[in-house]
């Protein structure tokens, strides 16, 4: 179930790590804090059209604020590869 948040999300850590079915594609794992300091992820598949959006977050690294996140799960605290991301300057 996809939640809309209207949480600020900031970048605490970034790692790649290759695929599990030994194809060669490596996943760009993305990890944030809120602004009450919960911690949540996401995995980003270079292979898939959303991979874009990601790319500013990417760049911009650890520290970076972003809103317009959505959640994928909020129990599991993992963000929505299929969101926009926007930074908050």
């Known amino acids: 179930m996809k939640v809309e948040s209207l949480r600020r999300f900031i970048v605490t850590g970034m790692k790649k790590e290759e695929s599990r079915h030994g194809s060669g594609v490596f996943f760009q794992y993305i990890f944030f804090k ?4 919960t911690a ?3 995995h980003i598949d270079p292979r898939m059209g959303n991979a874009s959006r990601w790319k500013p977050v990417v760049e ?3 520290g970076g604020t972003w809103e317009g ?10 963000i929505d590869a ?3 991301p926007k930074e908050v300057k």
Do not use: A, P, Q
Not at 34 to 37: A, C, I, K, S, Y
Not at 69 to 78: A, D, G, Q, R, Y
């Open 82 to 84: 299929d969101s926009f």
């Open 40 to 42: 949540y992820k996401t």
């Open 69 to 78: 996140l959505n959640l994928w799960s909020f129990k599991m605290k993992i």
């Open 34 to 37: 809120d602004e009450e300091g």
């Open 60 to 62: 911009r690294g650890v």
